[in-house]
């Protein structure tokens, strides 16, 4: 069965440093995605990042970064220069990409991220 | 574009109550999901549909029934409502089901009593 494991449930970190999200991820398929969200507050899902498991290069967008190893069945996220606004939980999430089952998300059970001033 | 729009944002039923929630999407999105999000977890799957007339269970389906007359529309309805259905939900739309992002609406909190 495929399976996201994230295991901070909190982290905390500095205005304008650097943070690495954990995600480690359990599958059999070849081909799969890797997705991180972002939970503020006010409760919608915002898309930051998406990784493809044929991708060779890590993803990049903006200051989001998946740092991807395949071997490690890691998808985890950097956020560079972190802001006030990046306090949030962080959801990591893979695609079932298994033909007819809809490509469902299968999500963590989050990380919640303090940025302090 | 609106998005993906939910209604109600709010609701509180009685056990046994029933109820629609109703989501839109006007991407033109084959693909649409229903999850619910509870304290301290992330989102599971309810129910899902694959296109207009479709529509299969998720992970954790019990208590729910769900329908995609219209393609933009797809349509979640609990029966008689239970406390452990306190959640949030969540309606999802994508274009594909692979290698696409799902974009989701805002969420509908619902507390039953």
């Known amino acids: 069965a495929q399976k996201i494991t994230q295991t901070q449930p909190g982290m905390f970190v500095q205005e304008k440093e650097a943070v690495t999200l954990d995600c480690t991820y359990d599958?059999?398929?070849?081909?799969?995605?890797l997705f991180w969200y972002k939970q503020p507050s006010s409760g919608e899902m915002i898309f930051l990042i998406y990784?493809?498991?044929?991708?060779?290069q890590n993803a990049t967008e903006g200051r989001y970064s998946l740092n991807f190893q395949k071997a490690r069945k890691s998808a985890n996220l950097v956020i560079s220069a972190s802001q006030l606004g990046d306090s949030a939980m962080y959801f990591c999430a893979m695609r079932d990409q298994t033909y007819n089952q809809g490509g469902k998300l299968i999500f963590g059970q989050g990380t919640e991220l303090s940025v302090k001033p | 574009n609106a998005g993906v729009t939910q209604t109600p944002k709010f609701r509180v039923l009685k056990t046994g109550q029933s109820m629609t929630l109703l989501c839109a999407q006007d991407m033109n999105h084959e693909y649409m999901y229903w999850y619910r999000q509870d304290p301290g977890m992330g989102l599971r799957l309810i129910h899902y549909?694959?296109?207009?007339?479709?529509?299969a269970k998720g992970e954790v389906p019990d208590g729910y029934n769900v329908s995609r007359l219209k393609k933009q529309n797809f349509l979640l309805g609990l029966e008689s409502a239970a406390p452990s259905q306190t959640s949030v939900y969540f309606c999802?739309?994508?274009?594909?089901?692979?290698?696409?992002?799902?974009?989701f609406g805002p969420g509908t909190r619902l507390t039953v009593l």
């Open positions: 990784q493809g498991s044929y991708d060779e």
């Open positions: 999802a739309s994508s274009y594909g089901h692979s290698y696409n992002e799902q974009f």
């Open positions: 599958t059999s398929d070849q081909s799969y995605g």
């Open positions: 549909s694959v296109g207009e007339g479709t529509t």
